[in-house]
């Protein structure tokens, strides 16, 4: 009798050890962590003035059910600045642009189109970011040695704004590639671009 009990006790404790291992495992499994790199695609009207650019990105997702996810997502865009001839002053100068930088903070919900999440799926996300920037200096015109126009120094700007952003991709087992889009205008800053990025889950 009392070895009966030992081993139904001895069951009992591992039976439970097991059930909290499977439960620690779901939990593990139900939160992600990605780190990314990718490259920054700038499409009209920036490509004009930008060229491409680089982001470094981290995403945790908590997968709510076998499809679906809650997803937050920090980034550091750039698109490189290019040097461009344009008409000032009735000649063609050469104008660098700078970088251009963006930091968005975004949260949203994920699909998935397999329960196992190893497959195609969208992400719809908003949030807010800080960019920053700088306009091109430009020369003073001088006609006949008399200055018609003031030169124009390098003018620095920076905000923040709302934003809606779309994602689609594939999952592998720990790497994802997606493509993402981001548009924003405003006054003084105007951002469209096209972001390939590849992720590696850490968690």
């Known amino acids: 009798m009392i070895k009966k009990n030992f081993l139904f006790s001895l069951f009992f404790v591992l039976s439970l050890t097991g059930f909290s291992q499977e439960s620690e495992t779901t939990k593990q499994n139900n939160n992600r962590l990605n780190l990314g790199l990718g490259m920054n695609i700038p499409m009209k009207p920036n490509f004009e003035n930008y060229g491409i650019g680089m982001s470094i990105s981290q995403r945790y997702e908590y997968l709510l ?99 809606f952003t779309p994602s689609i991709g594939w999952q592998f087992d720990r790497l994802q590639i997606s493509a993402t889009y981001q548009g924003h205008v405003e006054q003084d800053a105007s951002l469209n671009i096209l972001n390939l990025s590849v992720s590696y889950r850490i968690l």
């Open 65 to 163: 059910w076998s499809h679906f996810s809650l997803v937050e997502g920090l980034a550091y865009n750039f698109i490189s600045g290019k040097n461009v001839t344009e008409y000032y002053g009735n000649n063609y100068i050469q104008i660098q642009y700078e970088n251009f930088n963006v930091v968005p903070l975004v949260v949203g919900m994920g699909y998935y189109f397999e329960e196992n999440q190893k497959s195609f799926f969208i992400l719809l996300k908003g949030g807010v970011a800080a960019y920053w920037g700088s306009d091109p200096a430009y020369p003073a015109v001088v006609v006949n040695g008399n200055e018609v126009v003031a030169a124009i120094p390098r003018n620095e700007f920076n905000g923040v704004y709302w934003f």
